[in-house]
């Protein structure tokens, strides 16, 4: 069977799960992984001959695939902010509004101009400090996750990036203690209500950490007050909290934070949804 066979006979498989721009990059994707040909070489080779093992391997994936194992899992690595991070099941796959949450801690601190000490709550893959630490080569990042797993694979990627990070391990729900201050903290913590995992896509419901996705539905804010609470202790002056959020939270976190005596903005993603928001206290000048 040669490559552009089997390219047929994947897509015509996958048809009714994707759309066909989305299908023709997961495909280039999935060739890349397992035959090592970037696109050029595809185009080149598609009238190659494959090796039955190598399409053995197509089939194991597709299999996946339809399944909704997300492409990301099945290769083992997602790209953000141009850099390539491993990825797993025990970890979130970075999306793209996270990068602009990223963008605005980098033009935050680019005004203010000085090293600052960065913490980032539920860190997952790495990626938010990791990039920070690469855009802000001065700073001190930290981060801090409950899974020992999710920490393993964001030692790994800041190994692989060569990137400086110090982590934690502990639940922030629980924690009462960190042992430094901070110019800023930033989250993109668990923010969805449980019952709105039925309207969720099968490929982040039944694959992606749900411990990082979901929150009770009696207190889809819990992360934002808790990670508050504690700014209060271990803000330095002026510090400030950076955080992703659902898209209808907006009014919900305002008043939270002004009762909790935050100033707050928010800020929409690129498809006009609130997304991100900032705060700090209210005595800072």
């Known amino acids: 069977m040669s490559l552009q066979e089997l390219k047929q006979d994947l897509k015509a498989t996958l048809a009714h799960q994707y759309e066909s721009i989305e299908l023709n990059s997961l495909m280039s994707m999935l060739i890349e992984f397992i035959m090592g040909w970037d696109q050029i070489k595809q185009v080149l080779n598609k009238d190659t001959d494959l090796a039955q093992e190598k399409i053995d391997e197509f089939q194991k994936a597709l299999k996946s695939l339809k399944e909704g194992m997300p492409i990301q899992y099945i290769i083992g690595k997602a790209w953000f902010m141009g850099q390539e991070y491993a990825v797993n099941e025990n970890v979130l ?67 692989n990036l060569n990137a400086s990070v110090s982590w934690m391990q502990e639940d922030i729900l629980s924690t009462t203690y960190l042992p430094n201050t901070f110019d800023i903290i930033v989250s993109n913590p668990p923010y969805i209500p449980f019952k709105e995992n039925v309207n969720m896509q099968v490929q982040v419901k039944n694959f992606e950490p749900g411990i990082a996705l979901f929150v009770k539905d009696e207190d889809p804010l819990i992360f934002y007050r808790t990670i508050a609470r504690l700014g209060k202790q271990y803000l330095n002056p002026n510090g400030q909290l950076f955080f992703e959020m659902h898209y209808d939270q907006g009014k919900s976190l305002l008043a939270l934070f002004d009762e909790m005596g935050y100033h707050v903005e928010l800020r929409q993603d690129m498809f006009g949804k609130d997304r991100m928001l900032r705060a700090s206290l209210k005595r800072a000048v």
Do not use: F
Request: proline content about 7%; charged content about 15%; hydrophobic content about 45%.
């Open 93 to 159: 796959i970075p999306r793209p509004e996270t990068e602009e949450l990223v963008d605005w801690i980098i033009e935050y601190a680019t005004i203010i101009n000085k090293p600052l000490q960065i913490l980032d709550i539920g860190t997952g893959s790495g990626c938010i400090p990791i990039a920070l630490k690469l855009a802000l080569p001065n700073c001190m990042l930290a981060g801090l996750d409950i899974s020992e797993t999710a920490l393993a694979t964001a030692t790994q990627n800041a190994n």
